[in-house]
């Protein structure tokens, strides 16, 4: 009996030992792929069993196992992977695309979304990105719930109008504030959102991320609801979108390359309800047999067409012949307005055209255990899709990231951006108070002219318009706008991890926008030609607005304040601003099971805004660009 009782223990004992010899203590650290930074509070689980353990601060976990098992490793935002237990372990975690908005960036953190009490929608760059659509933030357009994008103008450098929650407020600004990589971009002259339908000169330079090129975004996070105030102030009321750009990974060498190449349809006059040349000449003839288009008011009238040009000619003797330009006889008049009638005028095909435009954009990335590298270079070129609206951009983008050591890291970003633009000459909206009309002298704009403009005029004619000759392909060749836009921008952060769980951060960033609008109205277009017109006729001169008369002398004739050539309108804007930032944060997992974040910090912010203007009347275009004088 004791024989069998020693036997038992015996084999006992070697059972016991086997089954310690077959449980290994396994460590390692989980990090991301795409910055190989740790990965705090990843799971990690042996498979088919309850046994596991989460990730510390410094991404780094101790688990005891069987020799061989399977271990489970997941992070929300990320795809899991399942691996062999074994010790010093190093898993990469790659972003997983369905479950990205899982993860919060505020601008200045990145937290999971249980831990966020606000509402929150994250859009990767690739989703947002429309091909042909140079300016991204077009593109959000449909792609978040509750935000309206309305794009109030297709002119490159126009902000679209985009509203986060509706209309926050009825005097402020309801446009969103946009921060990209943790830096409040400011813009370079403040336009409303109401102001950005004007059709001001000014809307121009109204986006704030024009400069950026779309290859180089991640993603966009939008803070919608009203937490988004306790991070930025009030001037997030109105909702924040963050823009993360590229980085480089560890591990993977690449080098891309994006081509864009995009045309555009020309309009048509079947998508609008508008009458025909035939058409419009039939309520011509009714007017003028009801004497609203008589001869002595039409002939000197401040805007005038078909019949305007037919009474001119009728009043104008050819030097040759002696005779008038056209007969004042019922045949002439009738064969006049008959070529009219069948002209048909596809103001469309005048002023569009079928441009190609291109995008290039190529970029290459890197990285390492101790540090990442990301660089870019985009060029746009578009020859406008209407005359006088071409557009160049060129961009370029680095974006480095050290471990210095196991405790210190640092980042650096550095992005800059360079536009030349041609538009239309416009002056700014006028509203009258009274009776509210909304008006705007010289409007040249090619698609609202397209629109407004009688298709029984010849395009190769000069009309009036403002008492002056008027043709609208010579005046989008005399009267145009030149915009030359610089952005330039730098930012480093430093991270310092003294004690496990506690993080501190400094930002700091400079950024720098110029902005030059040259107006240059020449000799001989229309707006320089009416501020001299009517002075050999006194019907004229007195109606004419744009003649100067002397209040202080009631018999002073108008006189022209622009007797010889034409206008240079200069307008500077300039944008340099500071931000500093400091934070501390601090994490503590709790019996493996709770997950703690402490996170306070304060930031610095200053901008210094500087507008100056300068007006050339007189300039001689056609003589080098010499100014006029009155000796």
Not at 394 to 407: E, G, H, L, M, P
């Amino acid at each position: 009996m004791r024989r069998r009782i020693t036997l038992f223990c015996a084999f006992l004992l070697i059972g016991i030992s086997l089954a310690i010899a077959q449980a290994v203590q396994v460590t390692g650290v989980v990090v991301s792929s795409e910055d190989d930074l740790p990965v705090v509070g990843a799971s990690i689980l042996v498979k088919g069993t309850s046994n596991g353990t989460i990730t510390d601060i410094d991404g780094k976990f101790t688990l005891k196992v069987n020799k061989g098992a399977k271990l489970v490793i997941s992070y929300i935002g990320m795809k899991s992977q399942t691996v062999t237990a074994r010790n010093n372990m190093k898993i990469a975690l790659e972003s997983d695309t369905e479950v990205l908005d899982e993860v919060v960036v505020t601008g200045m953190q990145r937290m999971d979304k249980r831990l966020f009490s606000g509402a929150a929608t994250q859009i990767s760059g690739e989703d947002v990105k429309m091909d042909g659509l140079a300016d991204i933030s077009r593109g959000l357009e449909g792609k978040a719930a509750g935000v309206s994008v309305q794009n109030v103008s297709g002119t490159f450098g126009t902000a679209p109008k985009i509203r986060v929650r509706g209309a926050t407020s009825i005097y402020g600004s309801s446009k969103p504030l946009w921060v990209v990589d943790g830096v409040i971009m400011e813009d370079a002259v403040e336009v409303s959102a109401d102001q950005l339908s004007s059709g001001d000169a000014e809307t121009l330079i109204s986006s704030a991320i024009a400069g950026l090129n779309a290859d180089d975004i991640e993603s966009f996070q939008i803070l919608k609801d009203g937490s988004a105030t306790s991070i930025y102030g009030a001037r997030a009321m109105a909702g924040v979108i963050v823009v993360t750009t590229k980085k480089g990974k560890a591990g993977s060498s690449r080098v891309n390359y994006t081509g864009e190449f995009t045309t555009r349809l020309v309009p048509s006059y079947n998508d609008f309800n508008i009458m025909n040349s035939q058409e419009q000449m039939g309520i011509y003839k009714q007017m003028e047999q009801k004497g609203w288009l008589n001869f002595s008011e039409t002939i000197r009238a401040a805007e005038s067409g078909v019949y305007g040009k037919m009474y001119q000619l009728m009043n104008t003797f050819n030097p040759s012949t002696g005779l008038p330009m056209l007969q004042n006889t019922e045949s002439a008049r009738n064969s006049y307005l008959q070529a009219a009638e069948f002209r048909n005028t596809d103001w469309f095909d005048v002023l569009f055209s079928p441009s190609l435009s291109q995008n290039h954009s190529v970029s290459i990335s890197s990285g390492t255990d101790k540090s990442s590298f990301y660089a870019s270079l985009s060029a746009m070129y578009d020859p406008g899709w209407y005359k006088r609206s071409s557009v160049e951009r060129y961009t370029a983008n680095v974006n480095t990231s050290y471990n210095i050591s196991k405790w210190l890291s640092f980042n650096m970003i550095a992005n800059a951006s360079y536009r030349n633009q041609e538009a239309p000459g416009t002056l700014g909206q006028d509203v009258d108070v009274v009776s509210g009309e909304v008006k705007r002298d010289f409007d040249i704009n090619p698609y609202s002219y397209a629109l407004n403009t009688s298709r029984t005029l010849d395009p190769n004619e000069y009309y009036t318009s403002n008492y002056a000759p008027f043709n609208i392909l010579n005046e989008l060749e005399n009267n145009y706008m030149d915009l030359n836009i610089v952005d330039v921008k730098f930012q480093g952060e430093l991270k310092w991890k003294p004690v496990a769980g506690l993080e501190f951060s400094a930002l700091g960033a400079v950024k720098y926008q110029g902005t030059s609008q040259e107006h240059k109205i020449k000799d001989d277009s229309n707006q320089a030609e009416a501020y001299r017109a009517g002075l050999d006729d006194k019907t004229i001169m007195d109606k004419n607005p744009f003649l100067y008369t002397d209040p202080d002398n009631p018999y002073a004739l108008p006189i022209s304040v622009l007797p010889e050539g034409g206008i240079y309108r200069r307008t500077d804007y300039k944008m340099l601003s500071y931000d500093f930032r400091g934070t501390v944060n601090y994490n503590k997992v709790f019996n493996e099971v709770h997950l703690t974040n402490w996170f306070g910090g304060m930031e610095v912010n200053a901008i210094d805004r500087t507008k100056s203007n300068f007006q050339g009347w007189g300039m001689q275009y056609a003589n080098g660009e010499t100014p006029y004088y009155i000796y």
